[in-house]
């Protein structure tokens, strides 16, 4: 959750005259060095330590703030709080329990319909119960989405599914990884622009009480040049996806390669110019999707939505959430957008680097308000 390795030179240059930030890059961690950036630009006392994994097979690393009014102790997008001179082993998320419902992804789904916030139609199944989740994904139409329960990062979800020989491949490929299988209506709205995907999702960064960050995210994807193959198209752009965001280069896999079929190419394929390609349907930038920050057009109402969502859940102090939405010029309605996920330690880098737009320092707006809210550091139910 929030974990992201990154390499890239943007993340080196970004980095590389502090040294703790350049020891969180090493270790696997650019959340982290974001975090411990900021808190330097805010005169935060902090060390790095390392803690035994669950376990006991590598030693993780930490990042400890210390504030007047307490500790504060993050690792891969979680972060967790305790009074004064409290170890960590004695934290609790910031959150509070609020990540135990996170990590139930039907379970919110739940809530937020009760709050009167629109969700995906959906249901969630055990491996066993293959029957009654074919029957399901009929009765959504033969359109769905199939994921993990309790998965993150964009991992075992197949959205798009629209025969029933997929949807089986889909489920059977989840169940190998779960005991608990989410199917899901599929949303989709029109295109926004000819530069976005029906599959184009938006993450709202929220540091209570506001939403901090607005980012769209597209799924991994090539222009054509009319002269290069695909398999030259996904080379070039991931040396300059290492140049603009570190991100990790977009792996050609069994997924990718079947995604291509569907559309009609292959490796050796050269799309005609100014042709947009998707590689995958996933538009989670941990799945090499693209971020775009440059989303000034959303309509004010979408913000508005969201922090009034997150401020009436107790607990909540930071989190995002990802949605998509039919015209983002247009006020928000419950026709025209679809909550999709919940998050409880939030992923931020692509923001601080960002595929097409400015940079978002999400980690600054947290620090500051860690280092002026003593509440969050009050002791709380473990999650």
Known sequence: MGRTELTG?????????????????????????????????????????RQPSADGQKLNLNLHLHFPHGEAYCRWGRIATAPPGVPFEESTHVNGPFPQLIADKHATKLVLDTMGFPTPVGNHFTPAEH???????????????????????????FPDITTADDFIRAFQAVASFTPQILVERHVSFPPLSGNASTLTTYRFFFVKPSVVGIRMDVPPNVVGDGRSSLGRLIAGKNVEKKMRTGQAPIEVNALLKQN??????????????????????????????DSITLVDNIHSSYKEKIESMCNTLSGVNITAIDMKIADVTQPACNENYSILEMNSSPGMVYFHFPWIGPENRIAGHIVEKLRTTPDWFRRRRRA
Not at 141 to 152: E, I, L, P, Y
């Open 260 to 289: 291509l079929h569907q559309q009609g190419y292959d490796l050796d394929t050269i799309p005609g110019a100014g042709e947009q390609v998707f590689l995958k349907k996933i538009s989670n930038s941990s799945q090499w999707g």
């Open 9 to 49: 030179d943007a993340v080196t240059i970004r980095f590389r005259d502090d040294s703790i930030a350049t020891a969180c890059v090493r270790g696997g961690d650019v959340q982290l060095a974001c975090l411990a950036q900021a808190a330097q630009a805010q005169n935060v006392p902090l060390r790095l330590f």
């Open 131 to 157: 029957d009654q989740a074919v029957a399901f994904f009929h009765a959504c139409g033969g359109h769905v989405c199939v994921k993990s329960n309790t998965g993150s990062l964009g991992e075992f979800v």
